[in-house]
């Protein structure tokens, strides 16, 4: 992936300075770029075990999975926004019922560690400021039966 979008970005680059764009509008069209190119880490719909509604953006929306003997990582919501119009606070709400196997829901901001939101049965229920840049929550699992139900605002 970097391989393409450091190309991208230095054509962008390029253009806008020719083209005699403020500094606003600069900003916000490397913003637009940056963030399309972190819709690529996420899950495509396709490939998701479950069924995925997107809310107003990328960080939002709903998803409901039911598992069975799943073994890999789905990237369900985030992306790579610097200036997010939404603001930087989601409201993450998320059910995970383990019948066997292991799951982990997480959130990964950047080159940090994943932080761990649930692995068991049960509920996790909190808002959680983003910093700019990377984020993205997700679900990895290891001969996972159960399911989940998640919804994010």
């Not at 932080?115 to 996972?144: H, K, M, Q």
């Amino acid at each position: 992936m970097k391989k393409i979008v450091l190309p991208l970005i230095l054509i962008f680059f390029g253009t806008t300075i020719l083209s005699g764009c403020t500094k606003d509008e600069i900003l916000n069209h490397y913003n637009n770029v940056v963030q399309s190119a972190g819709s690529i880490e996420l899950t495509g719909n396709s490939s998701l075990q479950g069924k995925k509604d997107n809310g107003i953006d990328d960080y939002t929306g709903t998803y409901q999975a039911d598992y069975k003997a799943y073994t890999g990582t789905e990237y369900l919501f985030g992306g790579t926004s610097i200036k997010r119009e939404a603001g930087k606070d989601i409201a993450v709400t998320c059910t995970l019922e383990v019948t066997s196997g292991t799951a982990k829901v997480f959130w990964i901001s950047g080159a940090d560690e994943a932080v761990t939101l649930l692995e068991t049965t049960g509920t996790y229920s909190d808002t959680i400021t983003l910093p700019d840049g990377g984020n993205y929550i997700g679900i990895e699992c290891e001969n996972f039966t159960g399911n989940i139900e998640m919804d994010i605002e």
